[in-house]
């Protein structure tokens, strides 16, 4: 059976995936292809990647299916939650909700566009519902038998939250809390407030926060207990005379790229302390409901790493598996399993070992883009050698090997690299490569084998998508990655998954006593990450990379 999925919500994070007799194959966001940041559009270029990579023609397919329900059931939920009074029943969200349904409406929820596009299939096109496919998405690719599975986003229909039992190979629905009582909701309007993008830089949220001191009380918008979370959702929308209901209380919102002054650092701390003890309200729900410490996660809320680490730290759970593309781009994951659970049937259960599941290109593609750019370049005998001494000697180097990962994180595929011993670092690599927010901290790539050594509460680690508390005698000694509160947010490279980062991150140990190192996304501030062998190359010059490793080849500048 051969099985492609898809998101296509018209909100964020278009993406497409591909599956044979239960194997997933590919997967990629549309993001990656068309360089459009979050990209909402149908996932055109991302579905072609995934035939053009399983080699089969959309007749071959047996089901499509989309991670979004079937577009009366989002209007429906809108016309509920505007008689309700919990969503302002304005102008702008009138229009917003009519034009969405009428779009996705004519559309088919995408399936007219894929016949348009890729022309008639005898495969079975068909809607699964949001919540239900990030469910699939965390718990078919655990190494669980049973499990707990929790998700949290922003919205989907009518769902914000929801737990599910998983076990021997099903999902039994425990509860869903429905939209807008929604965390995603809430740190969005927040995000939003301090200046940043909502539904794209609640990273950034999450990075000030430890900058702040408690103090806020954020007591009108969530009230907190250990059992459950209630989000204020009429008063977070609620804007008069063009101020919002947080201004009105927490003073005027953060213009944007303008200073941060400590109310604002303090806000941040806030937000994410309520967070933290939301996601650790319903993860003790959900094991107590289901009786399973195994956890699973995903939706969008579950890429809060630090509250990630927090939960996998609290002694409530004996294995955590979080979806490492959580947010809405892996709902793909889900939906190209859910025909598995048609009559009782059983979803492939296929642990996710790594992320690697996107395009690659080979070194002779790679020489016809550095021929096209007429480009000095070296090929090389001991990759991974030559680019530790380059680390080794401070530069900061592109590193693109393999295929490209799937999920917001870069994992040594797509990535800058940089020698984590040295305190500038940090700022060097803002300076040159990212020019990003000077308070957003980088992340470690180390071995597997000594995360024990440099990390409390160690675990398996291959996402980047929890955080530690970096050992107090290690602290100084990869200052560029341990945050400001003493914390990392690690990948552990496995030798058997991914020997070549492993090779090179072993290598520079070997030259430094340190087999660790900064890895950082391969892409500028708010560009997408790199796909193929130009974007790389076009991201090299447009920065202060020192060199570029590609392939096996090396530029050097
Ligand atoms: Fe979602």
């Known amino acids: 059976m051969i099985t492609l999925g898809f998101n296509y919500s018209q909100m964020h994070d278009s993406s497409a995936c591909i599956a044979r007799d239960g194997e997933l194959l590919f997967a990629v966001a549309e993001e990656r292809i068309s360089r ?40 429906g939920t809108d016309l509920k939650t505007f008689l309700r009074g919990q969503y302002p029943l304005n102008y702008s969200n009138a229009l917003n909700s009519a034009r969405l349904y009428a779009s996705m409406a004519h559309q088919n929820g995408g399936f007219k566009l894929f016949t348009y596009h890729f022309g008639a299939t005898k ?21 669980f038998d049973n499990a707990a599975i929790v998700v949290m986003d922003g919205r989907g229909a009518w769902e914000a939250s929801s737990i599910w039992h998983g076990h021997d190979g099903r999902l039994d629905h425990v509860l869903t809390i429905p939209w807008p009582n929604s965390l995603g909701l809430f740190y969005a309007q927040f995000t939003q407030y301090l200046g940043f993008v909502p539904n794209s830089d609640e990273w950034k949220v999450m990075g000030l926060a430890p900058y702040g001191n408690a103090g806020v009380n954020l007591g009108e918008f969530i009230s907190l207990n250990h059992e459950m979370y209630r989000v204020n959702a009429p008063l977070l929308f609620e804007r008069k005379n063009g101020t919002s209901a947080i201004a009105k209380r927490l003073g005027p919102e953060r213009t944007p790229e303008s200073e941060i002054d400590d109310s604002f650092k303090n806000v941040a701390f806030a937000v994410q302390d309520a967070c933290e003890t939301a996601m650790l309200a319903l993860v003790k729900l959900a094991t107590g409901k289901t009786g399973s410490r195994n956890v699973c996660l995903a939706g969008g809320v579950a890429l809060n790493s630090k509250a990630n680490g927090k939960i996998q730290a609290s002694g409530m759970v004996d294995n955590i598996f979080i979806q490492p593309a959580a947010s809405d781009d892996g709902v793909a994951l889900g939906a190209v399993f859910a025909p598995y659970l048609d009559k009782g049937g059983q979803l492939p259960m296929k642990p996710l070992r790594h992320a690697y599941l996107g395009p690659e290109f080979s070194d002779s593609e790679i020489e016809k883009a550095l021929v096209t750019y007429k480009l000095r370049a070296f090929k090389l005998n001991d990759i991974a050698a030559t680019a530790a001494e380059l680390l080794a000697n401070g530069k900061i180097i592109g590193w693109f090997q393999g295929r490209m990962e799937f999920g917001p994180r870069a994992l040594g595929h797509r990535s800058i690299l940089a020698d984590p011993r040295d305190p500038e670092m940090n700022a060097k690599v803002n300076n040159a490569v990212k020019f990003r927010e000077w308070w957003r901290p980088f992340a470690p790539s180390m071995l597997k084998e000594v995360a024990a050594e440099y990390l409390e509460h160690a675990c398996d680690s291959p996402f980047m998508i929890l955080t530690n508390p970096v050992r107090p005698e290690k602290r100084g000694v990869i200052p560029s990655v341990t945050h400001v509160d003493g914390s990392a947010r690690p990948q552990t490279v496995d030798k058997e998954i991914e020997p070549l980062y ?14 660790v190192l900064m890895n950082t996304s391969f892409n500028l501030r708010g560009e997408a990450i790199v796909n193929t062998p130009t974007d790389a190359i076009r991201t090299f010059f447009s920065s202060g990379m020192d060199a570029l490793v590609i392939g096996s080849y090396l530029v050097e500048k």
């Open 36 to 75: 459009i940041k979050h990209d909402a559009g149908f996932p055109r270029l991302a579905i072609r990647a995934c035939l053009d990579f399983a080699e089969v023609g959309p007749d071959q397919l047996d089901f499509i299916c989309e991670g979004w329900p079937n577009p009366r059931k989002v209007f």
């Open 123 to 143: 495969a079975q096109m068909r809607f699964v519902d949001h919540h239900l496919a990030h469910a699939i998405s965390a718990y078919s690719y655990s190494a």
């Open 502 to 515: 492993w090779n090179l991150i072993n290598e520079f140990g070997k030259r430094t006593g340190v087999p």
